[in-house]
């Protein structure tokens, strides 16, 4: 469970580079969907 050595640095999901990019998408747009809610 050791092999992600390479993307060590802590990302928003901390898997690879792929599935953090969708994760961190996700959460983003979750987040501006909840701005935009909280300020109708």
Known sequence: M???S???EP???GVTA???GVCCLA???G???LAY???L
């Open 31 to 33: 987040l501006l969907a």
């Open 27 to 29: 959460g983003a747009l």
């Open 11 to 13: 990302g928003c999901c």
């Open 18 to 20: 792929v599935i953090a």
């Open 6 to 8: 390479r993307s060590s």
């Open 2 to 4: 050791v092999t992600e």
């Open 37 to 39: 809610v909280l300020s």
